[in-house]
């Protein structure tokens, strides 16, 4: 009898460090995986590439040069990530990809951080899903998770610090609302990874990168078309906007 296994294609975005690359470690263990892992520079994400022989690897791995505020890079990426594909359709679509600058506040702000920030988190995010979509259509999965964070969310007091980075999240949360508006036949659902130890998170931070990109893969595994539009939490949990 033949056995028919099914297979599941990713594109994850921001995988040279942090929780990218261990979302990233933990779907290329599974041989039903086929990643797509885009980091600005390949050449030199040097954990990225180790993973590519690592004997845990038992899925497939592609390294695609991709800078997520660059629409030409965007494009090649596309373009890149089609011709492998030969056809088959792009099954999850994970937006990690994203900077904070330090601490800032209303009454210390600067221009060029929070113009920064909303190019990286929002303008980022919203170019590579309307560039991605053609091949997102051709699946069956169709799941775009926008990593978001409970920082984003108004219904939780988290005080005046962390402005840029809160604004840029909270517009990412609106991109995906706008999404969900216009796409219902897709399944878009902002995931916050908790408060992670990477270069973003610091060394006080709660979670191990590992167990957040564990939580999240879960989750977004797990989305139904009825999740669509939601806000989660990696361990499931839905967050108040
Ligand atoms: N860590 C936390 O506690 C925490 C909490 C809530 C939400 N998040 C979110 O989780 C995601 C991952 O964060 P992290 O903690 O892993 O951060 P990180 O360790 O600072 O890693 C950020 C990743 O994003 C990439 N990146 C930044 N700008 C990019 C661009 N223009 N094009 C392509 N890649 C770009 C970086 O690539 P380079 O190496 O090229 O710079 C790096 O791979 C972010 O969206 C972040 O906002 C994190």
Redesign the pocket.
Known sequence: MPTHTQTYTWLV?????????EIVKLLVASPVNTVFA????PSS?TSLKTLKYAATTKGTLHLIK?????EASVQQARDEVEDILDGQGLDYLFN?????VKDDRPSTMNADDLTSTIL??VV?PALVTRTFIPLIERSQRKVIAN?????ASIGTDYGPQHLS?SIS?IALNMLTYKQVKERPDLCAVLV??????????GSA?TLE?SESAAGMVRVVIGVTPEDTGKFIDYTGKEIPW
């Open positions: 975005t921001g995988t040279s460090r942090g929780i990218g690359l885009a980091c600005r520079n994400a991709m800078d997520v505020t660059d990690n990809a994203g900077v904070a990286a988190n980022g990593v978001s964070t409970a920082l980075y999240k916050d990874p908790g408060w992670v130890k990477t270069d973003m998170g931070a990168a």
